[in-house]
């Protein structure tokens, strides 16, 4: 991220989180689509497991950089770098953690 690809840093970090709970949900049986990370921590609580309302913030905040962090087209003009910054690649990077 020093070098100001912050859209990059959301992506990675949304798919770091996705990928996770994937590997989670197939260590336990499930199989898990989508690239949605709040509907994989719904799954999840279909186990029965506690998810804190932090988790499901996170979730909410990376789910929002799935799509206009990297599809030019997800924006009405310019390119995504273009609407990312330093704090919100932070805050994402945060998220995943």
């Known amino acids: 991220m020093d070098e100001g690809d912050f859209n990059w840093a959301c992506f ?12 989670l949900l197939y260590g336990a049986g499930i ?3 989508g690239h949605s990370i709040l509907r994989l921590l719904r799954v999840l609580e279909r186990l029965e497991l506690k998810i804190s309302e932090e988790l499901f913030t996170a979730a909410r905040l990376l789910d ?9 087209s997800a924006h009405a003009v310019g390119s995504p770098f273009e609407f990312y910054d330093e704090l919100t690649g932070r805050e994402a990077i945060k998220a995943a953690d």
């Open 12 to 23: 990675k970090a949304q798919q770091a989180a996705e990928h996770a709970l994937k590997g």
């Open 31 to 33: 199989s898990a689509t």
């Open 64 to 72: 929002r950089h799935y799509i206009p962090t990297s599809y030019i």
